[in-house]
Every structure is written in structure tokens, then in C-alpha cells.
């Protein structure tokens, strides 16, 4: 699906509030310092995921359920990672293990990660969410494409994730026409590889192409290495500051 800029005719500095998706910091036990850190009152988040071993595990975590109960408590929704493996996974396997996050750790929803975006995926991905929205009532479903998917995705879950990749491809990117329908509480930007220096053009990238729901690190991918997702920014302060009070420009 080609990439186009689309022209919206909301204003990006006030349509709406920016604020994070934390795609899922490590074990618990391995980054206190992110998970900690997460319920300091003011911090603008929108959701957590919480992955504890490539889903939600073989039996309950005491560790994670402490940290999601934190988080909980504070207000925070928190949503069980389920790898659609770009549609290889089954039906049964996704709702066994959502069953799982909802028993051990009372998830508010979930974040399906590497879902497909062809249309012929697209029924079902829409069964699995209809179920999981059956399993949990209200339950808050992001769609984990990392790229534009079908558009007929953006009717099926509350949120996609449009983009996920590093800064070298961020900084050029472009958005598909058909996302200018929508809000921008309908889209998550995922990016790693930021400069701190380049934070402000991040941003103004992820407004203009109407995307409320963030997470910029300066952490890589070492070239597919490592998981840049799994520590803190070392300029989280900074990007807390900015979000938090809405800066724009």
C-alpha cells in the first residue's frame, strides 16, 4: 500500500494529548528502575504492555503481578502482550493466552504484536478481537502492525501501531492517505534509535502524522541484536517534561 502524506485540518498542536505506549519493558526483576519509574505521578501514559515471557507465561509471575498491580493501582492500563505472528498463530493459542493474562495479572486488554496487515488476515484478526472482547469486558486492543496496515484494521481495534522502526527510517517517513478518517487517539508510533537532540523533530513527526500515542528511545536494535524497547531513554526525564506538558513546537 503506497505511503502518502495525507492533509488533515485538525491543529497538531491542540487536537489532542500526546502521551506514551510503553511497548514493554524487561522482567521486573531485571529493570526496576523502568518499572518503578513508570508510576511517578504525572507521567503521561496511555498504557503498558507487560510481556513476561513471550506472552504471559507457564504459571503465574509473582514479580510481574506485583508491578502490574503498581501500575493498576495508579490509574494505569495495563495490556498482555499476544504475538500474532504475522497471522501464524492460532486462534486457540492467542485466546488461551489471553485467558492467562486476564486470570493472573486482571490485564485491561492487549497488544497483539507482529499482526498481519494484508486484508485477506483481516477476518481473523477481527474474531480474535471480537473474543478478546468477549474474554474482557472493555478491554483496549492495539493492533502491533509496525507499518499501515489494510484500513479496514482501523475498525476492527482502538488503536494501530502505524510505525515501529528506528529513527534513520522515522525521520523520512510518510503517512498512508486513509488514517486522515481517523483521530489521532486511533494510532501508536514506536521508535528507537533517537538522537536526544532530534526529540523535537520526533515529535512534531508524530503530530503531524497524527499519532497520540508514542515511545521514542535513543536504545538500537544493534542490528536485530537486541530489543530496544526493553530499558528506559536515557533522556526520559527530558521526554516526560516535554509530553507531560504539551509541548509541541
Known amino acids: 500500500m503506497p505511503h502518502l ?40 501514559l496511555h ?26 493501582n495508579a490509574g494505569v492500563r495495563v495490556l498482555g502482550h499476544l504475538d500474532a505472528t504475522f497471522g501464524a498463530r492460532t486462534f ?11 486470570d493472573w495479572y486482571r490485564v485491561d486488554g492487549f497488544l497483539l504484536d507482529r499482526c498481519p496487515t494484508e486484508r485477506m488476515s483481516l477476518p481473523g484478526i477481527r ?40 529513527w534513520s527510517d522515522y525521520r523520512w517517513s510518510q503517512v498512508a492517505e486513509w488514517t486522515a478518517d481517523y483521530p489521532p487517539d486511533r494510532f501508536c508510533h514506536f521508535v528507537h534509535g533517537v538522537p536526544g537532540p532530534h526529540l523535537d523533530e520526533a515529535l512534531r513527526i508524530a503530530r503531524w502524522q497524527g499519532a497520540s500515542t508514542i515511545y521514542f528511545t535513543d536504545r538500537t536494535d544493534r542490528g536485530g541484536r537486541t530489543d530496544p524497547w526493553e530499558t528506559m531513554p536515557g533522556y526520559w526525564d527530558e521526554i516526560v517534561s516535554r509530553i507531560g506538558t504539551g509541548v509541541s513546537e
Open 92 to 102: 486457540g493459542e492467542m485466546i488461551s493466552d489471553a485467558h492467562r493474562y486476564i
Open 127 to 166: 474474531r480474535a478481537v471480537t473474543t478478546l472482547r468477549a474474554v474482557r469486558d472493555d478491554a483496549h486492543i492495539v493492533l502491533g502492525h509496525g507499518t499501515h496496515p489494510h484500513p479496514g484494521y482501523a475498525e476492527t481495534a482502538d488503536q494501530l501501531v502505524t510505525f515501529s522502526g528506528p
Open 47 to 72: 498504557w503498558v504492555v507487560l510481556n513476561v515471557a513471550d506472552g504471559p507465561g507457564s504459571r503465574p509471575d509473582p514479580h510481574c503481578l506485583e508491578a502490574a498491580g503498581r501500575l493498576r
Open 5 to 44: 502524506t495525507s492533509t488533515k485540518t485538525y491543529s497538531p498542536s491542540t487536537a489532542f494529548r500526546t502521551g506514551f505506549g510503553i511497548p514493554g519493558y524487561a522482567h521486573p526483576l531485571v529493570a526496576p528502575t523502568e518499572w518503578s519509574e513508570l508510576t511517578r505521578p504525572g507521567t503521561p
